[in-house]
T-cell receptor, first 112, second 114 residues
Framework: NAGVTQTPKFQVLKTGQSMTLQCAQD?????MSWYRQDPGMGLRLIHY???????DQGEVPNGYNVSRSTTEDFPLRLLSAAPSQTSVYFC???????????FGSGTRLTVV | GNSVTQMEGPVTLSEEAFLTINCTYT??????LFWYVQYPGEGLQLLLK?????DKGSNKGFEATYRKETTSFHLEKGSVQVSDSAVYFC?????????????FGTGTRLKVLA
């Protein structure tokens, strides 16, 4: 049982490049979310999904796109990387409110 | 709006000391409340949770009680160990049926000295 798998673990991008952070879960969870973690700011919600084909914005969605074509996968796309997007990104999934999230191990992204 | 406020760290304790990390929240209705722990280089792990007023969540010697009257969910442990050194996040989830969001506090770093 792998839980939530994120790839890659580390990535360096040049300003203006695009890339996709991958997230996959094997627990048949309906709810999936992407967070970014920055020092002193805790976790901030980027986008979330309540099921395949349904996504919505969180508090910091600008510069990011998501899609949810299957229950298992929830990729996060950076359209044109900026230094302000340097952060640690976490994907998380859950089967309902009140039961807590399962987190992936994170992707550390540096934009130079 | 919904929010979570937790005490700033770092909190530095000696081994076997008593731990309290304060967490208060603002939310309409009855959110579910959580504590997560993050060890260096890892993702967050669910430590404990409570889903209604007066519920006590507990795990690995940690406890927290859902206090509706004070809108608090303070984390406590009677005797900390060096292995408890980590960052602790308080969180709430709130939403209508079919959609909900988690709100996290900024985290409190705990250092336990041998």
């Amino acid at each position: 049982n792998a839980g939530v798998t994120q790839t890659p673990k580390f990535q360096v991008l040049k300003t203006g490049q695009s890339m996709t952070l991958q997230c996959a879960q094997d627990m048949n969870h309906e709810y999936m979310s992407w967070y970014r973690q920055d020092p002193g700011m805790g976790l901030r919600l980027i986008h979330y999904s309540v099921g395949a084909g349904i996504t919505d914005q969180g508090e910091v969605p600008n510069g990011y796109n998501v899609s949810r074509s299957t229950t298992e996968d929830f990729p996060l796309r950076l359209l044109s990387a900026a230094p302000s997007q340097t952060s640690v990104y976490f994907c998380a999934s859950s089967y309902g409110q009140g039961v807590g999230y399962t987190f992936g191990s994170g992707t550390r992204l540096t934009v130079v | 709006g919904n929010s979570v406020t937790q005490m700033e760290g770092p909190v530095t304790l000696s081994e076997e000391a008593f731990l309290t990390i304060n967490c208060t929240y603002t939310a309409t209705g009855y959110p579910s409340l959580f504590w997560y722990v993050q060890y260096p280089g890892e993702g967050l792990q669910l430590l404990l949770k409570a889903t209604k007023a007066d519920d006590k969540g507990s795990n690995k010697g940690f406890e927290a009680t859902y206090r509706k009257e004070t809108t608090s969910f303070h984390l406590e442990k009677g005797s900390v160990q060096v292995s408890d050194s980590a960052v602790y996040f308080c969180a709430l989830s709130r939403g209508t049926s079919g959609t909900y969001k988690y709100i996290f506090g900024t985290g409190t770093r705990l250092k336990v000295l041998a």
